[in-house]
């Protein structure tokens, strides 16, 4: 099993002398050596690979993942759909607001609880999704990985997200 000591992924158990000079290789390389640095940079090339891709749809990288997610499920609670996406209210409402000036969701308030604010797709915003649907293939291609690279990657990443967030809870 791997645990991360003092920001570094230590291999074993036990420590040995071959994790000492892992740690301090890793502490000499700074910003390079870590973990979190390489994921802010993948990150961001991400951002960077879709930007040319959404252009033409009138998106943004976090619009275009908010339109994702009510393409999957439509009329999603703004609660429902901030968690499912990790945004807080603050994160989310601009761009809900962005997306509905733009013609492609319409926010309304749950008839059953007025407190509530769903949101639907409109016709604009369904038609939308077909003609995104080469972006997650050029994305595919863009990474150069085998979709079984990506299912190993993938599954490593919720796989860390997964413990650092029940680091925080605890």
């Known amino acids: 099993m791997k645990e991360i000591e003092h920001g570094f992924v230590m291999t074993g158990a036990e420590p040995n002398k071959n994790d000492e000079v892992e740690s301090r290789e ?15 940079g993948a990150a961001h090339a991400f951002t960077r690979a879709y930007k040319p891709l959404l252009e033409p749809l ?15 499920e439509d009329g999603q609670k703004v609660k429902a759909l901030g968690d499912r996406l990790g945004l807080d209210s603050g994160t989310l409402s601009p761009l809900l607001k962005r997306l509905e000036q733009s013609g492609l969701v ?7 609880d007025e407190r509530q604010v769903k949101i639907t797709l409109t016709p604009q915003g369904l038609e939308l ?4 649907a080469g972006v997650m293939q050029a994305i595919g291609k863009a990474t150069g990985c085998s979709l079984e690279e990506v299912g190993t990657l993938r599954a490593a990443l919720v796989g860390l997200k997964d413990r650092l967030e029940g680091a925080e809870e605890k």
Do not use: H, N
């Open 26 to 40: 890793a502490a000499a390389g700074g910003l390079d050596a870590m973990l979190c640095f390489a994921i802010y």
């Open 58 to 72: 009138g998106l943004t990288y976090p619009q275009y993942l908010v339109m994702m997610a009510l393409w999957a």
């Open 106 to 112: 319409k926010r309304k308030r749950d008839a059953e």
């Open 129 to 132: 999704k077909d003609r995104s």
